[in-house]
């Protein structure tokens, strides 16, 4: 890989290193990569990239996780506030669905769920890495979010943390699918798919009309 202009900014430095990094791992894997063929992939000093990530297993919680700005993005992102009545609850977590889907499908996405799966369980349980708190953090907006539909009745009241689970565990599997069958029906048609995995989760998580 050709060396990238050195950044000019320490943030524009920060992505520059994630996305070189992105790309080494993708190709190498996580034991075939050194900080100092990220520093050259880069174009900054193995000094300067210490300042950024003090060692490898940062760096690449880092990438797996997309985490910028101490925000990781391994999850469905943050929802938009809902307002409406029970009948467009349905619709509203369809698009939830479906914009969690068409973000996963871009390549960078791509390439972070493989490096994933790859190395990231193996370095967590190593101890390397702490992907729970990290994934714990990225899908804490929808667990916020399943308490409130809960608060407002629309939900049956439950553990707001195992009805999120509930609610984005297809996500996994989509994106799962995406990787090793793209080919799939329900990865040429995330609405359909994003419907039936509403359905499903509704006629169990769904409040009862007195």
């Not at 985490?67 to 698009?95: N, Q, V």
Request: glycine share 6%; aromatic share 8%; charged share 25%.
């Amino acid at each position: 890989m050709a060396a990238r202009p050195r950044a000019s900014e320490g943030r524009d430095t920060r992505s520059d290193i994630l996305d070189a990094a992105l790309e080494l791992f993708a190709d190498k894997g996580f034991y075939g990569v050194s900080l100092r063929d990220v520093a050259r992939a880069t174009g900054v000093s193995v000094s300067a990239l210490y300042h950024h990530f003090p060692s490898k297993d940062e760096l690449f919680e880092a990438v797996v996780l997309e985490i910028r700005d101490g925000k990781p993005s391994l999850g469905p992102g943050t929802p938009p506030p809902f307002a409406g009545e029970a009948h467009e609850l349905p619709l509203y977590l369809e698009r939830l669905l479906v914009h969690a889907m068409d973000r996963f499908a871009v390549l960078r996405e791509r390439k972070r769920f493989r490096i994933f799966l790859s190395d990231g369980s193996r370095l967590a349980l190593e101890g390397k890495i702490n992907l729970w708190e990290r994934m714990l953090v990225a899908r804490q907006p929808i667990i916020d979010l399943m308490a409130v539909l809960m608060d407002r009745g629309l939900l049956r009241p439950g553990d707001a943390e195992m009805v999120a689970l509930s609610f984005i565990a297809p996500l996994m599997m989509w994106r799962q699918l995406l990787s090793i069958s793209p080919n799939h029906v329900w990865v040429e048609k995330p609405r359909e798919f994003a419907r039936h995995c509403v359905d499903q989760f509704l006629r169990g998580a769904a409040a009862t009309p007195e």
